[in-house]
């Protein structure tokens, strides 16, 4: 089993940052992808930035040129630093983990105030 622990959501006002992290550990055999997923109240879950092994990413166009996903390899750690945030990314970030199977964690609350 594969556990993915998120952490360094909370409140901030518009304009300020945030990074969040993304722990995994457990029985990993292989890691494909790890991405950032949203689900704003109300609305369903959305795609936000995803990285490969090989280190390519992809972001939503929302987020392009505010919000930056890295990760380190050696800890099986992937980082979303949100810069610029607005009232609009607030929603539950869920991490995921895309290995021969996919893992999604818990959920960490992000909220922005205006």
């Known amino acids: 089993q594969v556990q993915l622990v998120e952490s360094g959501g909370g409140l901030v006002q518009a304009g300020g940052s945030l990074r969040l992290s993304c722990a995994a550990s457990?029985?990993?055999?292989?890691?494909?992808?790890m991405g950032w997923y949203r689900q704003p109240p109300g609305k369903q879950r959305e795609l936000v930035a995803t990285?490969?092994?090989?280190?390519?990413?992809n972001y939503a166009d929302s987020v392009k040129g505010r919000f930056t996903i890295s990760r380190d390899a050696a800890k099986n750690t992937v980082y979303l630093q949100m810069n610029s945030l607005k009232a609009e990314d607030t929603a539950v970030y869920y991490c995921?983990?895309?290995?021969?199977?996919?893992?999604w964690g818990q959920g960490t609350q992000v909220t922005v105030s205006s």
């Open positions: 457990g029985r990993i055999s292989s890691i494909n992808a």
């Open positions: 990285i490969t092994s090989s280190g390519s990413t």
């Open positions: 995921r983990l895309v290995g021969a199977i996919a893992y």
